[in-house]
């Protein structure tokens, strides 16, 4: 199956800002895990346009609570920015307000931390009406205890890594005003979760899976692969944003495969917070894909922060099925067979080359038929409670009355289904 030849990234180039990279190095922490860190965090400055020159990196036994780093390290980065002509200081922590703005005072150039960064390049990403509004949310979320600092040097710029989106419309705001526009926000994601809610009503007759995983993986050119969707693919963190749902083609058109936004470490809170309904599409899923780069040096890791957020979002019961992609970057048959060890359950493929599909349309269709049946029920239609408790526990395909009875057709997981059956038979039984 060959897929079509993906969309070019619409965006415009980014001007190339020069910027400094920090870190710390805490007693538990080996530095190959920090230098890991640092490096994803140079990705996502190229990612949002910026040029890296220069990174930092302390060991202190804890945060310094007004700085992060030590007095030193400070003024060593304050000379070497200058040195250097960097116009932008990123944290790899997370900074609190009082923190960013002595860290400013002293080295006299913009602060950001990883959170902002995230959130500034979800600013340039957002395609669609529901994400440009929900990044939107999650910035006026962030920026709101920040509102003092950012205040001045704001106004002393026209863009910049840190201060698009929202920073260029909201100059003249103030906090009464941002909490106004966070409202009216909050109010149209209601609405368009609505309008989102019905489309999926319309997709119930199919097996859905959603892709979901690290940043970077490889989810959208295995959409691609699987659909022939023509989603946008670019060897960047965060190269897509708004979901895709397709229908599998070529053999796999039982299936609606969902692609969702990538997760990645210290992802912010308030984009958690935000994308919430953007995430129910993998939550109205009947099976979860974690896709996993393991050509990547820290997969285990990654998949450990999918893991952590598909908790927190509780969709951690769901039946998921790893896929160990890019097999075709690992170097070595002994690579594979450890990567095989961390979970001899996940299937090998190579999104790219379309290799281990055949095996992975098996397993998929195994737990398809493992994790969902098909259930008739026969109720009389004054039995609401039963009725809506079958509405919610699973995915109705259609009903009609039949002898004065209504019959509901319907799919649910083999746990859900149980509950269903005692329900429906003490009904039957009353």
Not at 161 to 185: N, S
């Amino acid at each position: 199956m060959t897929p079509p030849t993906p969309r070019k990234d619409p965006r415009p180039r980014l001007s190339r800002q020069r910027v400094i990279l920090a870190g710390i190095r805490l007693p538990r922490q080996v530095f190959s895990e920090v230098e890991e860190h640092l490096e994803e965090l140079r990705r996502l400055t190229e990612t949002a346009g910026g040029v890296v020159v220069g990174t930092f990196v302390q060991d202190r036994p804890r945060p310094d609570p007004a700085t992060v780093l030590g007095k030193g390290k400070v003024e060593e980065i304050g000379r070497s920015s200058e040195a250097l002509q960097a116009g932008l200081l990123i944290f790899d922590e997370d900074l609190s307000p009082a923190q960013a703005r002595n860290l400013e005072q002293s080295v006299g150039i913009p602060v950001l931390d990883r959170a902002g960064l995230i959130l500034d390049i979800f600013a340039v990403r957002a395609r669609s009406r529901e994400a440009k509004v929900q990044v939107e949310l999650a910035q006026l979320r962030y920026l709101l205890p920040r509102l003092t600092r950012r205040w001045t040097h704001l106004e002393r710029q026209a863009g910049g890594i840190g201060v698009r989106g929202v920073g260029e419309t909201q100059l003249e705001t103030d906090r009464r005003l941002v909490q106004q526009r966070i409202a009216r926000l909050v109010s149209q994601l209601g609405q368009i979760e609505r309008e989102r809610s019905q489309r999926r009503k319309r997709r119930k007759e199919k097996t859905q899976v959603a892709l979901v995983g690290y940043t970077n993986a490889g989810k959208s050119t295995l959409l691609n692969r699987l659909t022939g969707a023509g989603a946008f693919v670019e060897d960047r963190l965060f190269a897509t944003l708004d979901p895709l749902v397709r229908q599998g083609q070529e053999g796999w058109d039982r299936f609606l495969f969902i692609d969702t936004v990538g997760f990645i470490r210290k992802l912010p809170p308030q984009l958690v917070a935000s994308f919430r309904s953007t995430l129910e599409e993998a939550r109205e899923a009947d099976i979860l894909l974690h896709v996993v780069d393991v050509s990547h040096p820290g997969f285990e890791d990654q998949m450990k922060t999918t893991r952590l957020v598909l908790k927190e979002m509780k969709l951690d019961e769901k039946p998921i099925l790893k896929v160990f992609n890019k097999v075709d970057r690992i170097g070595s048959s002994q690579e594979k067979e450890q990567a095989s060890r961390t979970d001899p359950e996940a299937v090998f493929v190579s999104a790219a080359r379309g290799e281990g599909l055949e095996e992975l349309k098996r397993r998929l269709e195994a737990v398809a038929a493992d994790e969902t049946v098909v259930g008739l029920a026969a109720i009389s239609p004054s039995a609401g409670p039963v009725i809506a408790r079958i509405h919610a526990l699973s995915r109705v395909l259609g009903s009609r009355l039949v002898d004065g009875k209504l019959q509901i057709r319907y799919r649910a997981s083999r746990k859900d289904a149980a509950v269903l059956n005692r329900l429906i038979q003490k009904e039957g039984e009353a």
